[in-house]
C-alpha cells in the first residue's frame, strides 16, 4: 500500500467513526466530520497533509499525490 491510499483509507475509517459517534453520541460530532472534511479539501490545494507526514515516517513509499 502506497502513502495515497494509506491517508485515503485513513480518512475513510475516520469518517465512518465519526458517523458512528454521531448516531450513537452526540450530534456535536459532525464538527469532528467537518473537520475532516475541510481537512481533506485544503490538502488537495495545498498538498500539506498531517497524516501523510505521518504515514511516511512510518514507512510507507510516497504515491503521486503526496510528493
Known sequence: MNLDRAVMAFAGVMILASALLVYF???WWLLFTAFIGLNMLQSAFTGFCPAAMIF???????GCAFK
Open 56 to 62: 511516511r515516517k512510518l514507512g510507507f513509499s510516497s
Open 25 to 27: 453520541v452526540s450530534p
